[in-house]
């Protein structure tokens, strides 16, 4: 399974300091920094990073998270999780309606906006009868 890491070696594409990218080894496939080289991990430039899942907040309960990531509705026990729209970096939780909104009351430009915009509708499908 590949790991999340963010490289400080690199700009990210809004030019802040901090690539993204997925792999195996913190080797930035970017500027090739290798992390696992001493002479190069004594810096500490790559840095791995958590998958993060949003907690949305609770439908009642001022403040207070639900408890259950929004991807997937599971128990955020275990796993990372906040409240901060801006930390999140689960690409399903991403996805999801509760991060829009959330993203939205906190003033963050959503740049990952992803949804189907195609439906199965099951009354225009070919039937074999
Ligand atoms: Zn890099
Ligand atoms: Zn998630």
Redesign the pocket.
Known sequence: MNNLWQ?H??IDEHGKPG?DFEADKPV?P??K?DSTLPEYAQFGLIVKRETIHLDPPHKILKGKGSGKRACDGKPAQGAMFTGVAAIVNCPACLRTDAFRGLAETQGLEVTVVEKHDYVLDPTTMPTDS
């Open positions: 490289c070696n690199c690539r930035c970017e500027c920094l």
